[in-house]
């Protein structure tokens, strides 16, 4: 749809030009045509100028409120698959860190084939949990499409729905404490004060360190807070 710069600009075009009138032969400055001539020659103007610049002439509504409601249990299948990746993942990216821990001692030991062996298993295990990663983002998009042997677009809803309100639900916490520069699904860049803690180390009982990220641990809370399902249950829980 063509903005008031862009019907001003047209105006002024036109009024320049000469405008048949009554006939081919005919034609006469923009100025000396009625008033109804007036505005049916700068309607055409303005329907030819969006339909070449943003190809279409009038901005239908694009947004819909809906209702819906999804059994979880009924569709297990999608929240099953999804926690499985999720889990799968979690274990590359655990085992990626023990890999990354054995290579550095490795590399205080100045074992070569050990250092290389650790290096390898590092890569092999990262990009495993990365791969994972591309294909947990794309099942939302893949519910969607309609030739999707799961297609539920109730279901694509709910994810988008609620994957914006944990980035809406992220911004406002961290406006409280710092400044936010970007917002995604899988992480927020802010600004957070020197003084706001960052990491913390806990000591094991079997003699590791722990590091945590504080930011992190918070916005996950939040999410849980606000996104779990407490009325979902397993059967596997009371037996």
């Known amino acids: 749809m063509a903005k ?47 339909q070449k610049a943003h190809k279409r002439v009038v901005d239908k509504p694009i947004t819909e409120v809906r209702e819906a409601g999804i059994c979880m249990r009924e569709n297990s299948f999608y929240v099953d ?6 889990d799968r993942r979690y274990e590359y990216k655990g085992l990626n860190k023990t890999w990354k821990g054995k290579l550095a001692e490795a590399k205080s030991s100045g ?3 050990k250092i290389q062996e650790a290096q390898d298993m590092v890569v092999l295990y990262d990009s495993l949990q990365l791969a994972h990663k591309c294909i947990l983002n794309s099942f939302y998009g893949y519910v969607m499409r309609k030739g999707a042997r799961w297609y539920s677009m109730e279901m694509a809803g709910v994810v988008t729905y609620t994957g914006a309100k944990i980035i809406q639900n992220a911004r406002l916490l961290v406006e409280k404490i710092g400044r936010p520069l970007e917002l995604d699904t899988d992480g927020i860049w802010c600004v957070l004060p020197g003084s706001f ?14 590091t945590v990220s504080y930011p992190c641990v918070m916005l996950n809370v939040d999410v849980a807070r606000n996104n779990t399902n407490d009325q979902y249950q397993l059967v596997s829980l009371f037996y």
């Open 197 to 210: 803690p960052e990491n913390f180390t806990f000591k094991t009982e079997a003699a590791k360190k722990l």
């Open 4 to 50: 008031k710069n862009d019907y001003y600009h047209i105006k002024r075009q036109i009024e320049s030009e000469l405008i048949q009138s009554g006939g081919i032969a005919s034609s006469k400055p923009f100025i000396d045509l009625s008033k109804p001539e007036h505005l049916l020659k700068l309607k055409d103007c303005l329907k030819k100028y969006c």
């Open 111 to 113: 074992n070569s084939m």
């Open 81 to 86: 698959t999804v926690r499985s990746f999720r």
